[in-house]
């Protein structure tokens, strides 16, 4: 884990900041409502990695949210800006997940190119970009999956 793999990054009025100590996973657009809403955006561009590698440097400055039940995904928010900080992912059998959004990074650049775009069928404007599409809840819970498991056998 050298330093070429370090990122940092913060919310965007800073009061956030964390670190991070391996590559990520996979880099995806999101177009599900609830991304639209929790990014006030047309699409969330996030960042994956395992939580383990994800350091926070002061995690009570964030205050989580889940948009639906079961509440697999939290979502954190700034408390100071009220601007997206971090999502917890805790799926069964898999390890926990850290989701960044992409511009929370100081050298964005560095970042992975986005594999997928996931729930287009929400999009609220067309990507005419080359990078796969998925559409529905089953197909793009089927494409976050694989690029997961992808992720994690490239660091084997």
Do not use: W
């Not at 996973?25 to 990695?49: E, K, M, P, W």
């Not at 917890?88 to 989701?99: D, F």
């Amino acid at each position: 884990m050298g330093s070429q793999q370090n990122r940092s990054g913060r919310c965007s009025c800073g009061s956030v900041q964390f670190d991070t100590t391996d590559r990520p996973l996979f880099r995806a657009y999101c177009h599900c409502s609830i991304c639209q809403r929790y990014n006030g955006a047309a699409y969330a561009d996030v960042t994956v990695f395992r939580a383990k590698s994800v350091a926070v440097v002061d995690e009570s400055k964030i205050s989580f949210k889940a948009y639906q039940q079961p509440p697999i995904v939290q979502r954190g928010t700034c408390i100071q800006c009220g601007k997206p900080a971090l999502e917890k992912i805790r799926l069964s059998l898999m390890p926990k997940l850290i989701v960044i959004p992409s511009g929370n990074f100081a050298d964005k650049e560095r970042l992975p190119t986005p594999s997928m775009h996931i729930f287009y069928d929400k999009r609220v404007q067309d990507m005419k970009d080359g990078i796969k599409k998925y559409e529905g809840y089953l197909a793009s819970q089927i494409g976050f999956s694989l690029a997961l498991i992808k992720g994690m056998m490239s660091r084997s």
